[in-house]
């Protein structure tokens, strides 16, 4: 059945619905069909590339422009109207989400003998903090991992009863990076854990 759109001659017009969809990260994705003449639909190409701005960016809740990514698909139809199915990332803010995760670790040392030839070993019950962080990011821009990384004891040390501590320094340290690109935007996933130096 042939459809009618109430707008000027040669237009690319928007139809909905309009899929939208907010993550935690602060990652917004975008997806609308357009449809337009088949006998235009190299002009609306040249407007629908990746990289360029979604056509309904200013209708979707974004800090950023929303960038069309991937490549568009294209459905051409019996009534000489062609559909363009586009799909846009943008964020909404800046912090993302911040995370916690725990662990206990038993940690023994022994130390070395004492004058009367005696050897003791000493065992520390410690709950690890792994910071999980989650951002986007224009691709022009750094994670910067020092806003990130705090100083002091993000590992708390729990005694057994009547054991000794283990003595030693906390020092945070990144043990994972992970990024996933959209075209103009990437979503990061940090994790911070501290690393004990027994000396």
């Known amino acids: 059945m042939q459809q009618i759109y109430e707008k000027q001659d040669g237009a690319l017009i928007a139809t909905l619905p309009r899929t939208v969809n907010y993550y935690d990260s602060g990652l917004v994705q975008v997806t609308q069909t357009f449809v337009g003449r088949s006998d235009l639909a190299d002009k609306f190409r040249a407007k629908l590339e990746v990289g360029d701005v979604f056509p309904t960016d200013a ?36 912090r993302g989400i911040t995370r916690f995760e725990y662990s206990v670790t038993t940690i023994s040392k022994t130390t070395t003998p004492d004058a009367l030839g005696n050897t003791f ?43 000794p501590t283990i003595s030693g320094k906390f020092i945070p340290a990144v043990v994972s990076y992970q990024s996933q690109s959209y075209g103009d935007y990437q979503e990061i996933t940090v994790a911070i854990s501290a690393v004990q130096v027994i000396g």
């Open 121 to 163: 070993t000493l065992t520390g019950v410690y709950r690890t903090k792994t910071k999980i962080v989650k951002r986007v990011l224009r691709e022009s821009e750094d994670y910067k991992f020092t806003s990130d990384i705090s100083g002091g004891n993000d590992l708390t040390p729990v005694l057994i009863a009547g054991v």
């Open 59 to 94: 209708e979707v809740k974004s800090t950023n422009s929303i960038r069309i990514f991937p490549d568009v698909s294209e459905y051409v139809r019996q009534d000489g109207m062609t559909e363009f199915i586009v799909t846009g990332y943008g964020r909404v803010n800046t």
